[in-house]
């Protein structure tokens, strides 16, 4: 099964060449599923959802599906009364979906939030009903592999672009570890990497993504990751935009243990 990891479109700052050559790449290599790790837009607009939506649309496959901070109105009384009232519009009714395969199970949560005890109110948090559905969704898991879906992540990268809170993480951690969870999907930072952690013989993998459409790039280009699972390993090409095209630029294949 092959799932592509896209993040950080941010339809509104959007780079119309990357966009088309990934259109055209997921109708040449046709992933079964694409997982869009939030911030789907730059102000979260009518007008970019539209187009958002308009782009889901012409994707052969389907897309799993969950909001970043930018997907929250800015500075707008609709942040605070309706706050996912354009997401779930234009995007999808449910900002948590669950998707179980004979494969794979995915699980995504919203770490965006209207307001924080913080002066940032683009970081994100975790709340205690969040790692309750997470560790409930996953007890009843049969699929070979559990991924986890979030906008910010959790590890920090070595050299990150973007310096990222996101509170009561640790409370998560345990979630993720205790639930065994595989692999976990974020974006935020518009900085690809991957993190391993290592708890009592399991290994997770903190997946992250480059912006995959958009002008905001720091300082990696546009990119995605292109996860391969068999029954038993998962290789993750990074793709990287080269001129027009989507290319891999590294591979790392990983063998549960
Ligand atoms: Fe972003
Ligand atoms: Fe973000």
Known sequence: MKIAHISDLHFGSLSRPATESLIRHFHDDKPDLVVASGDITQDATCTEFEEARAFFDLLPMPVFCIPGNHDLPGMDLERFYDPWGRYKRFIAQDLEPELRTDLVHLKGINTARRVLAHWNWANGSVSQRQCRDTRRAFAASTAPWRVFVMHHPVMNAREMPLQVALF???????????????????????????????????????????????????????????????EKSVRIDRMELCGDVFKIVSAESHTKA
């Open 168 to 230: 009561n993480r640790n409370r998560l951690l345990r979630c993720l570890d205790d639930t065994r969870v595989d692999i976990v999907l974020a974006g935020h930072q518009h900085h690809a990497y991957i993190e391993n952690r290592l708890t009592d013989g399991h290994t997770t993998l903190f997946l992250n993504a480059s912006t995959t459409t958009s002008l905001r790039i720091r300082r990696q280009p546009n990119g995605f990751n292109m996860l391969n699972f068999g």
